[in-house]
């Protein structure tokens, strides 16, 4: 199956899962604030004139001052280079995808700051030394173009069963932006297609209709996007053609998240054009365009659920609400993939049966679908813990069973596609480096092709996991990774690192980075597993919806309050770090708890619940947030809104604001914002803003390297240190 169209996941996670001062005196940066109508309010609304030469000026100017401190720190410059040298290590698994037999990868060093696309036979991949070659090189192509150009990903396409070459399109990001260009590149030549299909830079999605044919979702023109900044109209764009004559086939609604093109692809071949209309951020209507008929049809599937592939004439749903299908007496619960009969509803344009394919246990949490030739293959998280299940329909249902893999840690399948027997499974925990594994969907031979060798110094280190005991009961599980004989007396450094929103799960994950520059200096590490996340299915996140917010809030707090209850560290020597969704957590704790953490990093946050709305991608959250519009829900937003409840004379923990000018998905305002009100205070703070980067604040490795280096330098000042 093939399914694309832009991901529904705004928010990611600006430090996935393992990321992550003396207090100087205050510069004299903010002008005086121009007072009006519009501003009485908030005086701080000219921050978010993303380059206005004024908020500009601002920004270098904390940046000059944060970065002199913290780049004189003792620690900075061995915390920059050995974040270097792990995110720049030829020491690092090549992931890539495979088709024909070859092995197509991305990959970034020292020398190849922006990355090269190369590929390799399959069986020079399972090498120690694969030879590669040079498919795109993007720091050429950017130096040639006088572009920052940030590699997106390539979408390729060729027939089924065809033996004409692959056409991809490249998404290509000046600076590291969510709007893109996108460009059509043969894999056979290695060169962008002459008079091939172009796109301007935009927020955008696309779909192959054939090998000269593009579904389309753009920015159109005036009064094309919606509210939220993304298209709402589809349009059938043939090769040889301008955009601009391509043909609607699709217009949604200005209120809409969302519509973006989506195809399915038949297992014979054949594919069925359609699009993906998101109504609001967790529901979204499917459709299909039959042949010849000029009327679009729905996919029988509920709002909040999701096509997963199609795997033996079956269309693969996985639900987020509970669903009795049309005409059956089953009720399918929330969490559970089902599966009807792709033929016979093109056929009546009527829901077949319905069948269950998996339905997880309270511990349970489906993660993933995918199809390989002729095998269906299922992530499934337990207890946090992610494991990978093969699916075989039987005349008495369906049968799972795991696939045997070394160890217990967190395995998820990395590539697979119903044209190739080989799957890529990764493997990996706290402690142990990634292993690529290689699965044969038809022998089920596991091997491992790829381990790395440790990157930092585990010895004494051990993973436990615990279960704190939220406001209402609810028992809350976190992994601590720290010292096997950790001193139970609060004196170790610890940092507690939370996310809590959009059904994202934060799983066990080895990170180089945190390992040399927070476990090698004797701190401990802990991931919460809140409410909010998807750690347990869709009900773990809808617990923490809107005006349930709170739940999350609480949930984190209880686990630090678990931390030093048990002894593991105290108020004093506790850290938090959070980004994006987890950027707004920090905000929150710093207002709700301030007394109980000692270090607060900040990671391109939303802050101002109040206008978030308003601030480039953010009308899409509303149902994640609540709507400052709707008097309920504001209600309960001004509560937690942590630049409305900003408190001057409360005694803050030291923060440090981390974000990025090119971040077109949630606005450099919000830190910016509160920074001011910090620095109007005359509250000490630290704030870093990387002028190009997008929603990760980092456009290539050595700007990652820096960005963790000034994190965990700023960690270490706040926490201490125990070696």
Request: charged content about 25%; some cysteine; glycine content about 10%.
């Amino acid at each position: 199956m093939r399914k694309i169209f832009a991901p529904l996941s705004f928010l990611a996670l600006a430090a996935c899962g393992t990321q992550t001062p003396t207090e100087t005196p205050l510069a004299d940066t903010l002008p005086p604030p121009q007072v009006s109508e519009a501003t009485a309010e908030d005086p701080y609304l000219w921050l978010e004139e993303v380059e206005g030469e004024a908020a500009l000026d601002w920004v270098r100017n904390q940046n000059d001052r944060s970065l002199k401190e913290l780049k004189a720190d003792p620690d900075y410059a061995g915390y920059e280079a050995a974040a270097i040298e792990a995110l720049t290590s030829a020491e690092r698994i090549p992931y890539g995808s495979i088709r024909d037999g070859m092995v197509y990868n991305f990959w970034q060093d020292e020398t190849h700051v922006r990355g090269l696309w190369r590929r390799t036979t399959l069986e020079s991949y399972a090498s120690d030394t694969p030879e590669w070659e040079t498919i795109l090189d993007f720091d050429k192509l950017a130096e040639e173009e006088g572009k920052n150009w940030v590699y997106k990903g390539a979408d390729c396409f060729r027939p089924k069963g065809s033996d004409i070459g692959y056409k991809c399109m490249i998404s290509l990001s000046n600076g590291g932006k969510d709007a893109i260009v996108r460009r059509e590149f043969d894999l056979a030549t290695k060169q962008f297609v002459d008079d091939g299909f172009v796109t301007p830079e935009a927020k955008q999605g696309g779909a192959w209709a054939s090998p000269d044919t593009l579904l389309i979702a753009t920015d159109w023109g005036e009064e094309t996007l919606t509210a939220s900044g993304y298209p709402f109209i589809v349009k059938r764009w043939d090769r040889g053609t301008p955009l601009d004559a391509a043909e609607e086939v699709i217009r949604g609604e200005g209120d809409d998240v969302g519509v973006w093109p989506m195809t399915l692809e038949l297992e014979d071949g054949r594919i069925l054009q359609g699009a993906a209309q998101a109504d609001t951020f967790f529901t979204t209507r499917y459709w299909w365009f039959p042949d010849g008929e000029s009327e679009p049809v729905q996919w029988p599937i509920p709002p909040k659920s999701s096509p997963e592939g199609i795997h033996e004439g079956r269309l693969l749903v996985s639900l987020k609400q509970d669903w009795t299908p049309t005409g059956q007496e089953t009720t399918f619960k929330s969490g559970d993939l089902v599966a009807f009969d792709v033929e016979t509803f093109m056929e009546t344009r009527a829901l077949p049966p319905v069948s269950l394919v998996f339905h997880p246990s309270e511990t349970q949490a489906l993660k993933g679908v995918s199809t390989a030739k002729g095998a269906l293959l299922l992530g499934v998280g337990d207890t946090a813990v992610g494991k990978v299940m093969r699916a075989t329909a039987s005349d008495a249902g369906w049968m799972l069973e795991p696939i045997s893999l070394p160890g217990t840690g967190q395995a998820s399948v990395a590539f697979a596609s119903d044209e190739e027997d080989t799957v890529f499974i990764n493997y990996e925990d706290f402690l142990t480096p990634d292993s690529l594994l290689s699965y044969s969907a038809s022998t089920g031979d596991v091997k491992t092709l790829k381990s790395l060798p440790p990157k930092f110094d585990a010895t004494g280190l051990s993973v436990t996991q615990h279960f704190a005991t939220s406001k209402d009961g609810t028992r809350v599980p976190y992994f601590l990774v720290s010292k096997a004989d950790l001193p139970l007396d609060g004196s170790t450094p610890t940092l507690l690192y939370g996310y809590g929103g959009f059904q994202v799960s934060l799983n066990p994950s080895y990170s180089a980075v945190t390992g040399r520059l927070w476990l090698e200096q004797g701190g401990a590490y802990v991931l919460a597993n809140i409410r909010g996340g998807g750690e347990f299915g869709p009900e773990w996140h809808q617990a923490g919806l809107k005006q349930n917010r709170k739940r999350i809030y609480d949930d984190f707090i209880s686990v630090g309050e678990d931390l030093i209850e048990r002894g593991v560290t105290s108020p004093e020597h506790l850290g938090i770090m959070g980004g994006s969704n987890g950027g707004l957590l920090m905000g929150v704790m710093l207002n709700q708890r301030p007394d109980l953490w000692n270090a607060v990093v900040v990671q391109v946050p939303l802050l101002d619940m109040m206008r978030y709305h308003l601030l480039l991608a953010g009308a899409s959250w509303v149902d994640e947030y609540g709507s400052p519009e709707v008097p309920d829900e504001r209600a309960f937003l001004e509560t937690i809104s942590p630049y409305q409840n900003f408190d001057a004379t409360k005694d803050y923990p030291v923060p440090f604001f981390v974000t990025s000018t090119k971040d077109d998905r949630v606005h450099p305002g919000h830190a910016r914002k509160m920074a001011a009100k910090f620095e109007a205070a005359g509250l000490p703070f630290y704030y870093y803003e990387n002028i190009d980067g997008g929603h990760s604040a980092a456009a290539n490795q050595k700007e990652r390297a820096k960005r963790s280096a000034l994190e965990f330098t700023y960690l270490t000042k706040r926490l201490g240190r125990t070696n």
